[in-house]
């Protein structure tokens, strides 16, 4: 078959979590798959992480607007090339395209009420965009691709999609977040001592990064030994509206923010952390919380959503919207030894239930069960 591949934004250097699974899975299939032909039509930008061999081929599709590009460009050039199966792997695709769809639709939180605090302009846009958008494909694609059973029920219960039409295919993780020895010290480009809370908090609401930060302060009121706390992809603007909101004005020179993190850092950041907050309200599969148990270093995250089904039962699980326990559980990390070292090994044995390539190995067996049904019309 000839397989196309939307992967839009793969080149920019500051990628993010759909960025990171589209391209471990395109690696992936490159090193598994040699009969099938694959187009991958990517967006030109300074970091070509991948590169065309006998039976890929990178197309750049150069367009001023993400619409644009999707809803015109991409469906000219897979038609140009022949494809046979278009795989959008972000949440939406192409309203008009005549060849048969495959769709990834990580999650439907743009279906739920939008949080009226949400300023970023960005976040809004694609917000309206996929309410736009991801209704009128819905019927026209072969198979809906989800990332977690959470997700997957909640698809077919919101939006009424049979369950012969999803797919369900976990996430992997990255073979180099692991435990490590930093002989270079990376970490140090972002804290000055190792042993610090670690949290990747952001501007959206889902992240919870409101609570998470009154948790922190009433863990610097509680602790003896007042672990600073590093967050990535945050500006300082939010953070203070955050601590005057709260009157959390202790937290002010335990802060450290970075801004974005290169992925390539992160492994030596996790090792370097005593512990990962990953407190989010919701998430659909939640990629860092395996990279950072891979590395062998408790993580505190959320009872809801998917991260009970990722974390597992033994994770440390609490709920996102009660700072108090997020506290309770940072302080019980830090006063016991043997909790501490329990929750290192939960992590290092559940990372290891999940790989990209069982990731593209299931995905795999997606096209070809699309190309059969396709077949099967001719």
Same mark, same amino acid.
């Given at each position: 078959?000839?397989?196309?591949?939307?992967?839009? !934004?793969?080149?920019?250097?500051?990628?993010?979590?759909?960025?990171?699974?589209?391209?471990?899975?395109?690696?992936?299939?490159?090193?598994?798959?040699?009969?099938?032909?694959?187009?991958?039509?990517?967006?030109?930008?300074?970091?070509?992480?991948?590169?065309?061999?006998?039976?890929?081929?990178?197309?750049?599709?150069?367009?001023?607007?993400?619409?644009?590009?999707?809803?015109?460009?991409?469906? !000219?050039?897979?038609?140009?090339?022949?494809?046979?199966?278009?795989?959008?792997?972000?949440?939406?695709?192409?309203?008009?395209?005549?060849?048969?769809?495959?769709?990834?639709? &990580?999650?439907?939180?743009?279906? +739920?009420?939008?949080?009226?605090?949400?300023?970023?302009?960005?976040?809004?846009?694609?917000?309206?965009?996929?309410?736009?958008?991801?209704?009128?494909?819905?019927?026209?694609?072969?198979?809906?691709?989800?990332?977690?059973?959470?997700?997957?029920?909640?698809?077919?219960?919101?939006?009424?999609?049979?369950?012969? !039409?999803?797919?369900?295919?976990?996430?992997?993780?990255?073979?180099?977040?692991?435990?490590?020895?930093?002989? +270079?010290?990376?970490?140090?480009?972002?804290?000055?001592?190792?042993?610090?809370?670690?949290?990747?908090?952001?501007?959206?609401?889902?992240?919870?990064?409101?609570?998470?930060?009154?948790?922190?302060?009433?863990?610097?009121?509680?602790?003896?030994?007042?672990?600073?706390?590093?967050?990535?992809?945050?500006?300082?603007?939010?953070?203070?509206?955050?601590?005057?909101?709260?009157?959390?004005?202790?937290?002010?020179? &335990?802060?450290?923010?970075?801004?974005?993190?290169?992925?390539?850092?992160?492994?030596?950041?996790?090792?370097?952390?005593?512990?990962?907050?990953?407190?989010?309200?919701?998430?659909?599969?939640?990629?860092?919380?395996?990279?950072?148990?891979?590395?062998?270093?408790?993580?505190?995250?959320?009872?809801?959503?998917?991260?009970?089904?990722?974390?597992?039962?033994?994770?440390?699980?609490?709920?996102?919207?009660?700072?108090?326990?997020?506290?309770?559980?940072?302080?019980?990390?830090?006063?016991?030894?043997?909790?501490?070292?329990?929750?290192?090994?939960?992590?290092?044995? !559940?990372?290891?239930?999940?790989?990209?390539?069982?990731?593209?190995?299931?995905?795999?067996?997606?096209?070809?069960?699309?190309?059969?049904?396709?077949?099967?019309?001719?």
């Amino acid at each position: 078959m000839k397989i196309g591949i939307e992967a839009q !934004r793969i080149f920019r250097s500051n990628k993010h979590g759909m960025d990171y699974v589209v391209l471990q899975e395109i690696l992936q299939l490159q090193q598994i798959d040699r009969d099938n032909e694959y187009f991958l039509f990517v967006k030109p930008g300074p970091d070509r992480c991948v590169q065309s061999s006998d039976n890929v081929h990178v197309i750049e599709i150069s367009t001023p607007s993400y619409p644009l590009w999707e809803q015109w460009a991409l469906p !000219r050039a897979a038609k140009k090339y022949g494809v046979e199966i278009l795989h959008c792997t972000s949440n939406t695709a192409p309203i008009f395209c005549s060849i048969p769809l495959v769709l990834t639709l &990580h999650d439907i939180i743009f279906l +739920e009420p939008r949080d009226k605090q949400n300023h970023s302009l960005y976040q809004n846009m694609g917000w309206l965009y996929r309410r736009l958008v991801v209704p009128r494909i819905l019927d026209k694609c072969q198979c809906i691709i989800t990332v977690s059973h959470f997700e997957e029920n909640n698809i077919i219960n919101k939006l009424h999609i049979p369950q012969q !039409r999803m797919a369900m295919i976990y996430n992997g993780y990255n073979e180099w977040f692991r435990p490590l020895t930093d002989s +270079e010290q990376v970490y140090k480009k972002y804290m000055p001592e190792k042993g610090f809370l670690f949290f990747l908090g952001n501007t959206d609401p889902k992240k919870n990064t409101e609570r998470t930060l009154v948790a922190y302060s009433k863990y610097l009121e509680k602790s003896e030994v007042k672990r600073p706390l590093l967050m990535a992809d945050l500006d300082r603007d939010y953070l203070n509206g955050i601590i005057n909101r709260n009157n959390i004005d202790n937290i002010n020179g &335990h802060i450290f923010m970075p801004g974005y993190i290169p992925n390539s850092d992160l492994p030596y950041i996790y090792n370097a952390a005593f512990t990962f907050l990953y407190t989010s309200l919701r998430e659909s599969f939640g990629i860092p919380l395996l990279e950072a148990m891979a590395c062998g270093i408790p993580v505190i995250t959320s009872n809801t959503s998917s991260m009970p089904e990722i974390g597992g039962t033994d994770a440390i699980l609490v709920n996102p919207e009660a700072p108090d326990e997020i506290t309770a559980m940072l302080l019980r990390l830090e006063s016991d030894a043997d909790f501490y070292e329990n929750q290192k090994q939960v992590g290092l044995a !559940r990372a290891k239930l999940f790989s990209w390539r069982h990731t593209a190995e299931r995905l795999l067996e997606v096209y070809q069960r699309v190309g059969k049904v396709k077949e099967a019309y001719l």
